[in-house]
């Protein structure tokens, strides 16, 4: 599922559009300190917030921020967090053997049902997509070390870092971001559940702004993970994506406005297509 040779042969075709469209100087993270990129208030927002546009108006925003509303129950938001714990669990205890030099079979034996500490008690209609996408994700990693303890004498480091953190406190953005997967070279995975949408690539430009004002090094690409389910069994599409200078610029100017919206206390309208997953629904239409 997310094996890391074909997550990086997925890559290896924007590197020609990245070649003939660079990024504008301007638009990179390190540039923090100079418009466009710097914020007109440090609010610490998450990525989320300005990267998940299924409320068009952002009233989801200003009821979380200003009327301390609270989220209720959300079936895609459930199975969606519960699918990155999933594969975050599988990769962060897996890396933590590898280092150590167990063998695979050793390290899948040790780790196969620890999967079953993510649902509580109310989550047990999940337990069938949770104990697949967990195994599906060691399964992965296994077989690939597998593969590098067969034909090399050393075995490489883990490069996949899940639940990597980074501060964006100098966009405006919250000062412990997490990205899904980092992985070698600078390319940011992320994980979405349910179906693709345009907005779901400004996730991966608030990541790269983030990483490049931190780090002071490129972060070009991304990969958007789709994964979706049917009766308890999964499927898994890779989108490549290049973090060019048009996706960063749609990514600053989301920041900006929502960041007016909050400053100047202008309340929006409720959407006028509420979208059926959001946790607010009971909230705006009582
Ligand atoms: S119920 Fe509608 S208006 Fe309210 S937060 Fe959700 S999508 Fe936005």
């Not at 914020?39 to 989801?60: F, I, Q």
């Not at 989220?71 to 890396?95: C, N, Y």
């Not at 337990?127 to 967990?134: D, G, N, T």
């Not at 690939?144 to 067969?150: K, N, R």
């Amino acid at each position: 599922m997310i094996n890391r040779r074909l997550m990086l042969r997925t890559i290896r075709r924007l590197y020609t559009w990245s070649r003939s469209d660079p990024v504008d100087e301007e638009l990179r993270g390190w540039n923090w300190d100079k418009p466009p990129l710097r914020p007109r208030a440090y609010l610490e927002l998450g990525v989320s917030e300005v990267a998940s546009k299924y409320c068009e108006t952002r009233r989801d925003v200003w009821l979380r921020r200003k009327v301390g509303a609270k989220p209720g129950p959300s079936e895609p938001l459930s199975k969606g967090r519960l699918i990155h714990e999933a594969i975050s669990l599988a990769i962060s205890e897996a890396s933590r053997l590898i280092v150590h030099d167990w063998t695979p079979w050793s390290i899948y034996e040790f780790l196969k049902d620890k999967w079953r500490r993510l649902l509580s008690s109310e989550q047990v209609e999940y337990a069938k997509l949770v104990e697949s996408i967990y195994k599906q994700t060691l399964l992965t990693i296994l077989g690939e070390l597998a593969y590098e303890d067969a034909v090399k004498s050393n075995r490489s480091q883990p490069v996949l870092i899940s639940e990597f953190r980074v501060d964006g406190g100098n966009l405006g953005l919250s000062q412990n971001l997490s990205v899904d997967v980092v992985l070698e070279g600078g390319v940011i995975v992320d994980f979405k559940y349910g179906a693709p949408r345009e907005f779901h690539k400004l996730s991966l430009a608030g990541y790269a702004l983030a990483l490049e004002s931190e780090f002071e090094v490129p972060y070009d690409y991304g990969l958007i993970i789709y994964i979706n389910d049917s009766n308890g069994r999964f499927k898994t599409s890779y989108k490549p994506i290049y973090v060019n200078s048009h996706v960063r610029r749609w990514f600053i100017e989301e920041r900006d406005e929502i960041i007016d919206m909050l400053i100047e206390n202008r309340e929006p309208p409720v959407d006028s297509q509420c979208y059926s997953g959001c946790p607010y629904l009971k909230v705006c239409h009582p």
